[in-house]
């Protein structure tokens, strides 16, 4: 029985019962050493380049790579939580499914326990297993004074305190869930637990993309004391704590063996032994923040397991308590009937994709991610320049970006969502009713992507951008940023010819160059926009002119995506991920030999 939970945690085939588990393992696993070797390269490039490395000055540059890597266990670990958010206690299909069965609930609830742990355990180990061996080698590769037993200490130094980060960020949601639903209750949980967890998923991937920039004379000051530690980065300061106390002062103290026939003058040799006693300043603080962190580990994972078992003491009840009327939900109801001119399909796209995206744990995650990717880049911008009023031909581009390259990660992630579907299970009901013409509904889809991903946000930035520009630059800043996303929403659905949220997943044939190019053209249009923006932003006349030619390009789009439509193609509702063959081009080898 835990094998069977743990395959659910592994592989969905409510998203796409055509998947092979193996391979979506395969993918998960490559997925993630990949990014580990990657990004363990990039942060030991100033060691691999250095001719004679100081033991010293090498010791406190390296508390930032540290700290990068444990907020980076923290933060993965917990979003893999998040991703099984729903599959960290039981569900109404596991009652449906096994309490009919002669199987005592215990016994459920202990192998559904077993799955999580086991999961988040054996998730911790790969995610850090890589970069544990690697980044110690990296970062000694050219210490002449480092022996093998030196690097060993290292190795299993990062490797405990990373995996530990790991193990708390996990079992930390674990834990954080089975609290929120003692305190609000069952009932209660229902219906805040979608928020709690799209409001986590934000949190985590904004500090995972903030956690680079952090320096090491930050950390060295936050570590010393001189200033304090911003409450995010104190748990990470914990195990960054076991690492320095566990095998960190092993750097800091290795003799300096020069290349042959080489000697090092005064000033380096200074600037090693400042270094040094630097670091032995900070060792009491690393043993007193090591303490705190062996302390965190048992205690979180006693509360995650308390709280499950009590939790799920009884199997969950299978009824679904439907959702109380009320005057703002038949209000929006009347708006949105309203925007969507009466048309059935458009109405119809419309409340799916809206019932979708506020509903379905993976569409919400989605929007979260793209969310979250917008919430780091503004608060880049503020932390860099500040929320001050500047004259606009000295307005930084990064605060003029803050809008276009939030709505361009909110397209990005809806157009991919859009490819999730809600329930293949049911998508019959809308094979049986669709009339093959996919134009009024997809339409309703747009509608709806419009009024929450584009209008929303917009307010919601809204007096953020009158702080900074003034009233009426900041009307037409955020006017310009809904033509151009509308413009972006269009050309992003140009090829796209299936069925939204209801056909099966299939996933993208080639991601390692999808994604770098998706990345790069959305930091290009952003901030390319934000310097054509800025120079029209200066004189009146320039203003209207961009108005205009943005206007022409969502009409011109929009010209292009109907005159593209006019021709039906037949939808594949169930669509299957290519064979293996068929990528490495095998296939076409054995139907058509040389």
Not at 554 to 561: A, E, N, S
């Amino acid at each position: 029985m835990t094998r069977l939970f743990l395959r659910r945690l592994i592989d969905n085939d409510v998203i796409s019962p055509h998947a092979d588990r193996h391979e979506s393992l395969a993918v998960l696993c490559a997925l993630v050493v990949s990014l580990a070797v990657f990004v363990t390269f990039f942060v030991s490039t100033d060691y691999l380049a250095a001719f004679i490395q100081l033991p010293g000055p090498t010791a406190l540059h390296a508390l930032s790579d540290r700290f990068l890597f444990v907020s980076a266990s923290i933060a993965v670990s917990a979003l893999a939580a998040l991703m099984v958010w729903d599959a960290l206690a039981l569900e109404p299909r596991d009652a449906a499914i096994l309490g009919p069965l002669p199987i005592p609930a215990r016994t459920i609830t202990r192998a559904k326990l077993a799955a999580a742990l086991v999961f988040g355990t054996v998730f911790a180990f790969a995610l850090n297993a890589v970069p544990s061996v690697l980044y110690p080698v990296f970062l000694t590769l050219n210490m002449r004074g480092m022996n093998g037993r030196g690097i060993l200490q290292l190795i299993v130094g990062h490797a405990t305190s990373v995996v530990m980060a790991g193990l708390v960020g996990f079992f930390g949601v674990l834990a954080a869930r089975g609290v929120l639903r003692l305190m609000v209750g069952e009932r209660g949980f229902r219906h805040v637990s979608s928020t709690v967890q799209s409001s986590l998923v934000v949190c985590m991937v904004t500090a995972l993309l903030l956690a680079p920039t952090v320096r090491a004379a930050v950390v060295r000051d936050w570590v010393a004391g001189v200033m304090p530690a911003r409450w995010p980065a104190v748990p990470v300061l914990w195990y960054l704590g076991v690492n320095e106390t566990l095998a960190g002062h092993i750097v800091a103290e290795t003799p300096i063996v020069p290349p042959p026939r080489f000697s090092l003058v005064a000033f380096p040799r200074q600037q090693d032994d400042a270094s040094r006693a630097a670091y032995r300043v900070l060792a009491p603080r690393f043993a007193a923040l090591a303490r705190r962190a062996w302390l965190s580990v048992p205690v979180v994972t006693f509360l995650a397991i308390v709280t499950f078992l009590w939790n799920n003491r009884r199997l969950p009840d299978q009824a679904a308590g439907g959702r109380a009327r009320s005057r703002l939900r038949a209000s929006v109801r009347r708006m949105a009937e309203w925007a969507t001119d009466g048309n059935p399909e458009t109405q119809a796209g419309f409340f799916f994709t809206w019932q979708t995206l506020t509903r379905s744990v993976p569409h919400r995650t989605i929007v979260a991610i793209a969310v979250a990717a917008g919430s780091t880049h503004l608060l880049m911008a503020l932390a860099t320049t500040g929320a001050h009023r500047l004259a606009i031909s000295s307005m930084p581009l990064g605060l003029l970006g803050i809008n276009i390259l939030a709505l361009a990660s909110l397209m990005a992630g809806f157009r991919y969502a859009v490819t999730v579907p809600a329930a293949l299970a049911s998508n019959w009901t809308i094979r049986l009713a669709w009339l093959g013409d996919e134009r009024g509904y997809l339409a309703g889809v747009k509608r709806a992507a419009i009024v929450g991903l584009v209008t929303v946000p917009l307010l919601v930035l809204l007096p953020l951008h009158v702080a900074v520009f003034g009233f009426a630059i900041a009307v037409v800043h955020s006017i310009y940023g809904f033509m151009l996303a509308i413009a972006m929403l269009d050309v992003l659905f140009l090829g796209y010819r299936q069925f939204p949220f209801a056909c099966s997943y299939v996933p993208v044939e080639n991601p390692k160059l999808l994604w770098p190019t998706g990345l790069a053209a959305v930091l290009f249009v952003s901030y390319g926009f934000a310097d054509v923006e800025r120079l029209a932003l200066q004189s009146a006349t320039r203003t209207v002119a961009l108005g205009a030619a943005l206007g022409a390009i969502v009409l011109l789009v929009k010209i292009i995506d109907r005159t593209t439509r006019r021709e039906r193609r037949p939808v594949n509702f169930d669509e299957r991920p290519a064979l293996a063959t068929q990528r490495l081009g095998l296939f076409e080898r054995m139907v058509h030999p040389d």
